[in-house]
């Protein structure tokens, strides 16, 4: 019998051709055990219907992995799985140093143990994949960035190729960020008040970790980002979660004992909430009042496309009581990992501290490369893109939402890419997503979303970031007939 075909796919972050792709495919498969000798692999026609590639690329696959004595050919009967291929190693008999740790004293520190989001990392080969923040290939300007990066690595570019920045950053990216970036959403700030981070959630790490003490107290949403929760149970600063409402975090429901305080305002994580012009105002003065800080994460503000976004926090703020925190990592994909912070020097000065005695600062040539892309247009261009894509998707799935008749919780007022959806009370929606998965649909559970053990289990979260146009219907319809039935 011959191996499935359907245990053969192509996966999204090859950077290899076709050919090399299904080369190291079934050798990966061979040394990891998964196909053993003398069995029989699937014909180069059914292999390249399944995959939709060419056949002739498929026989060069086989034709290679021959040469090299993975596979051998039988005639008319086909490829096999050579007695002579490369056996998987066997680590049973390594003598190795044996384990006489107790670690459950050892460990003075526990991460692990921190509510995360799960994705499956094979996420693009579900047909109907409504989850979040993922690489879409119709989304983005791989040729562009392609560009981008060669001419980075130019000789008149070397030096910020191989320049040890220490503490400081590409002044060519910081420029386009006060220049252009910060502007659009009415900041004005000096490059000493800007630091590149390696995403948003380094930006709230390094927040949290020059600002809150086991002495000081965080008060943040609720729900809120899992990693935010998971980054200020590590401060071991006092938690003080505030229920959201339709218009985001509500200024009177944040206590006086808190010393910072975490937003979303203008996409709510993960309810998609934006907040009001007069509640951010009353937000501000609820600060000042009880002498907080406040850490904006204006992530997903790029992506109004309904209407003009409001202006940030940031923008509003009179005494410099805002850290303001920016990402790319959304908006261009999110394996970029570029953020930045923003805020008065006093804060910058510890920030940049902590940054370069963990990390010194993000590649040299991914700032570099990022900086060419936003200012030659390219990421303008990406931008505009992605919204009118994003508005069609959200167009669809309303709709399918209104023929299925499933719940909206929670809708960006500007855009965004997600919906926060309700399930009938009773339901589990961990169970669900296990029972969708076996249907080749992907939802987020929202339990991980909120603080404490009795989180409710029946909100989830469906993001049209990364699924194409033409299969959310039947992804709805599915989502909707394992619900009710």
């Known amino acids: 019998m011959a191996l499935p075909v359907e245990t053969f796919f192509l996966s999204p972050d090859h950077h290899g051709t076709l050919q090399s792709q299904v080369q190291q495919m079934i050798a990966q498969g061979v040394l990891s055990g998964r196909f053993q000798p003398e069995e029989k692999l699937p014909s180069t026609r059914k292999l390249a219907a399944h995959l939709g590639i060419s056949r002739i690329t498929v026989t060069l696959a086989y034709t290679d992995l021959v040469a090299a004595d993975y596979l051998t050919s039988r005639g008319r009967s086909g490829y096999f799985v050579s007695p002579d291929a490369p056996h998987p190693p066997n680590f049973q ?49 791989h040729a562009n960035w392609r560009l981008c990066a060669i001419q980075a690595l130019g000789q008149r570019d070397f030096g910020p190729l191989t320049t040890d920045y220490f503490d400081q950053d590409d ?52 729900p809120c980002y899992p990693a935010l929760r998971g980054v200020l149970q590590q401060a071991r600063c006092g938690l003080l979660p505030v229920s959201v409402d339709r218009d985001g975090l509500p200024p009177d429901g944040i206590s006086k004992k808190a010393d910072v305080v975490f937003t979303t305002p203008s996409h709510q994580s993960p309810t998609t909430a934006t907040m009001p012009l007069g509640r951010r105002r009353a937000l501000l003065d609820r600060a000042e009042e ?10 997903e503000f790029e992506m109004s496309f309904l ?57 040299g040539h991914i700032q570099r490369t990022a900086a060419y892309f936003l200012s030659l247009g390219h990421y303008d261009t990406q931008i505009r893109r992605t919204a009118r894509i994003l508005q069609t998707r959200r167009d669809a799935m309303q709709e399918a939402f209104s023929r299925h008749n499933l719940t909206v919780a929670g809708q960006g007022a500007m855009g965004g890419s997600s919906f926060w959806m309700k399930a009938p009370n009773g339901t ?53 007939e394992t619900l009710h039935g």
Do not use: C
Not at 120 to 141: C, M, N, T, V
Not at 290 to 299: F, G, N, Q, S, T
């Open 290 to 299: 009880i002498d907080a800080l406040i850490v904006e994460d204006d992530y």
């Open 428 to 480: 589990n929606t961990a169970d669900l997503a296990a029972r969708l998965q076996e249907k080749s649909v992907l939802i987020e559970p929202g339990h991980a979303f909120f603080h404490g053990r009795d989180a409710p289990q029946n909100f989830y979260r469906l993001a049209y970031s990364s699924i194409p146009l033409a299969r959310i219907e039947d992804g709805i319809a599915l989502i909707a």
């Open 171 to 222: 002044p060519k990216l910081i420029e386009f960020i006060v220049r252009h970036t910060l502007p659009r959403r009415g900041i004005v700030a000096k490059p000493s008040e800007v630091l590149i981070t390696m995403g948003a959630q380094n930006a709230l790490w390094l927040a949290a970790s020059v600002l809150l003490t086991q002495r000081r107290s965080a008060a943040f949403e609720d």
């Open 307 to 363: 209407r003009a976004p409001l202006p940030a926090l940031k923008s509003l703020d009179r005494d410099g009581r805002v850290i303001y925190v920016g990402s790319f990592s959304k908006s261009i994909f999110p394996g970029l990992r570029l953020g930045y912070l923003v805020g008065s020097e006093a804060f910058l000065r510890e920030a940049r501290a902590l940054r370069a005695s963990v990390l010194r600062h993000a590649p």
């Open 93 to 141: 008999n390594a003598q190795g140093a044996e384990d006489k740790i107790d670690w459950s004293r050892s460990i003075a520190h526990r991460f692990s143990e921190t509510a995360q989001l799960s994705k499956p990392s094979d996420w693009a080969r579900f047909k109907h994949p409504f989850i979040y923040g993922q690489a879409d290939p119709e989304l983005f300007d």
